[in-house]
């Protein structure tokens, strides 16, 4: 990246870093068709893989050599901001350890069936019902990318993927894996039945086991996956294939991103590499 790109600023006033104003406290109310981007790691993937557009970025002066690869896939027309420490804490409201931070912005939100009319033929989608936990719908969205999941697929309930939390817990995988919400939980089985795509539902009530199911899973199916404690509504049990993993002794119980992780693998199959 030439140096001349990047803009120093030094007034934690300065109505250019607006958009990183008060991190925490906008990541609770939303901000207005933007998230934040947090680390080097999850930059650099979304520079090279996001799907959505950066509208600038903001660093400590020591990261800026380090980068300089990476920032050269920005368009001309997107700012690099150089701040000191000081200056990054004090418009963020905390301190930014990594020093790197960006604006991303959301877009339009895509449809659900658009979405999944686009999978191919042999498709693995993640769907998940009523998970308000940003650390668990993080780890899913990596967990969806190392195993290959083609989208996830939310209701109305479960917290936004783009929130930076989860983003950063993800890895930068909610910026690359495909997803879209398709309203509440019934509305979500309707499309992935719509697209052809047979829901399995994980719970620890399941009538198959994971391990049969994982040694000829569907051509096109949907893990679906509900929140720690209630765990999927009974009107989505009902209506699905349900699949449960073995544990030992009477213990029925895995973090849900943890348990999409082992699902997951034994569903990916032949997806995976050796």
Not at 43 to 64: D, H, I, K, W
Not at 86 to 104: D, E, K, N, Q
Not at 126 to 140: E, P
Not at 171 to 195: I, K, N, Q, S, Y
């Amino acid at each position: 990246m030439r140096a001349a790109r990047l803009t120093p600023v030094s007034d934690p006033q300065d109505p250019r870093l607006a958009p990183y104003r008060a991190v925490r406290e906008r990541d609770l109310v939303g901000r207005e068709g933007r998230f934040v981007v947090e680390g080097e790691v999850v930059l650099r993937l979304a520079l090279a893989r996001g799907r959505f557009a950066l509208e600038s970025v903001l660093l400590v002066p020591a990261r800026a050599a380090a980068l300089a690869d990476a920032l050269a896939r920005l368009p001309e027309d997107v700012p690099v901001y150089c701040a000191e420490p000081s200056v990054m804490a004090a418009v963020a409201g905390f301190p930014i350890h990594r020093g790197v931070l960006a604006i991303g912005l959301r877009g339009e939100e895509p449809d659900a069936d658009a979405l999944l009319a686009s999978l191919p033929e042999e498709a693995l989608v993640v769907a998940l019902v009523g998970l308000a936990n940003h650390d668990n719908v993080g780890g899913i969205f990596r967990n969806a990318a190392a195993f290959g999941a083609d989208a996830v697929l939310l209701d109305a309930e479960t917290c936004d993927p783009l929130y930076r939390k989860a983003i950063r817990v993800s890895v930068g995988a909610a910026l690359t894996v495909p997803f879209a919400r398709a309203g509440g939980a019934t509305a979500l089985v309707d499309a992935l039945e719509r697209a052809g795509i047979v829901p399995l539902a994980l719970s620890p009530r399941g009538r198959e086991g994971l391990g049969a199911l994982g040694a000829d899973p569907p051509r096109r199916a949907a893990l679906v996956l509900g929140a720690e404690g209630p765990g999927l509504p009974d009107a989505v049990l009902a209506r699905t294939r349900t699949v449960s993993i073995a544990m030992a002794g009477d213990f029925d119980s895995l973090n849900v991103a943890v348990a999409s992780g082992i699902a997951l693998h034994a569903l990916a199959g032949p997806r995976l590499r050796v």
